[in-house]
């Protein structure tokens, strides 16, 4: 289930007008990729879900944050996608991010793979 569009767009709507393009593409490759995917508002961003009783450890697909001159795609298990750009960054155990600043620049093929990647991915295989 999406957001209302004035919902999503009020979250980011303090930043640049380039930054705010940037996640309205994010929200759009996951809902190609994912088109059943649920969105709620969080942490000051948006997270993107597998269901609507998914939680952040079992069933988040990503979550897009924004700055004054970029957006953050985290991935809560991207250490554990498939990365074959090698488009990921983090050092952290599990959660990798993907940072975008340039729209016109953004490869949305592999954002999307990059989705469909986070979507397959089975916490259950870690325990």
Not at 106 to 123: G, M, Q, R, T, Y
Request: overall charge negative; glycine content about 8%; some cysteine.
């Amino acid at each position: 289930m999406r957001l209302a569009s004035s919902e999503f767009g009020k979250i980011f709507e303090r930043y640049p007008e380039e930054i705010q393009d940037i996640c309205w593409g994010v929200r759009d490759i996951v809902f190609e990729a994912v088109p059943t995917a649920w969105e709620r508002g969080k942490m000051g961003g948006v997270a993107f879900y597998l269901s609507e009783h998914s939680s952040p450890l079992k069933g988040m697909i990503c979550h897009i944050t924004a700055e004054h001159d970029q957006v953050k795609i985290g991935f809560i298990f991207g250490a554990f996608m498939d990365d074959p750009l090698g488009l990921l960054q983090g050092e952290q155990k599990a959660k990798r991010y993907l940072i975008l600043d340039d729209f016109e620049s953004i490869p949305w093929e592999a954002v999307k793979e990059l989705v469909h990647s986070a979507a397959a991915v089975d916490p259950k295989n870690f325990y």
